[in-house]
């Protein structure tokens, strides 16, 4: 009956210990298929480095409908980055696109998007140019800053960094507009998609 006893004893650690790293082992499984973790570290990168040029080649233009064209269509250039990198990832660490943390992350992203698509068409429709870098910044670091709570907790700091830059943008003289821009769109990514790189590989 003492050894009984005994060999109980020795055995609740050990049940204990399982338990807990069942729970731990749980817990990261559901930690993992709550998060969107194919944020593209490379394509931020990529985008970042666009986006200087697209600044640099903006500094040089006069004409405002043709600085908004040129901007639109590096924001269409860094979209297809982005997404092509996105799926990019996502294949190679089968993660799904459609998966629940993915719509998760897209729902979060794309109504400050949607918000600064209909602010440019106004802005640009009453020859208004001076305001969309600042709104711009801020809008895609309120996107980046939502966003985070269903990725990795980078892109929210990103985000964060963004709307600053945004607030100062809109506060600054319309010179510095594609200062701001090559710093935002240009050195935060380029800073950030290094750290995504390191840190979650890719």
């Not at 005994?6 to 650690?13: F, K, T, V």
């Not at 600085?67 to 990832?89: N, P, R, Y």
């Not at 870098?133 to 990103?158: C, D, E, K, M, Q």
Request: proline residues 4%; glycine residues 12%.
């Amino acid at each position: 009956m003492a050894s009984q006893d005994a060999d109980a004893s020795l055995q609740r650690p050990s049940l204990a210990g399982r338990a807990l790293e069942n729970l731990r082992f749980i817990r990261h499984t559901m930690e993992r298929a709550g998060s969107f973790t194919a944020v593209p570290g490379s394509g931020a990168v990529l985008m970042g480095v666009t986006a200087v040029f697209a600044a640099a080649a903006a500094q040089k233009v006069s004409h405002r409908p043709t600085w908004l064209a040129l901007w639109m269509g590096e924001a269409l250039l860094a979209a297809t980055i982005g997404i092509l990198s996105m799926a990019g990832k996502s294949r190679r660490k089968q993660l799904s696109m459609l998966g629940t943390p993915a719509r998760r992350f897209f729902g979060s992203l794309i109504p400050s998007l949607a918000a600064g698509a209909v602010l440019t068409a106004f802005l640009a429709y009453g020859e208004q140019y001076d305001p969309l870098p600042g709104i711009w910044l801020l809008l895609y670091g309120a996107a980046a800053l939502s966003s985070g709570s269903a990725s990795v907790g980078l892109v929210s700091l990103l985000g964060g960094c963004f709307m600053a830059l945004g607030a100062v943008a809109l506060f600054s003289p319309a010179a510095f507009g594609n200062l701001w821009m090559g710093l935002g769109f240009g050195g935060i990514n380029i800073f950030f998609g290094i750290l995504v790189w390191r840190k979650y590989g890719e």
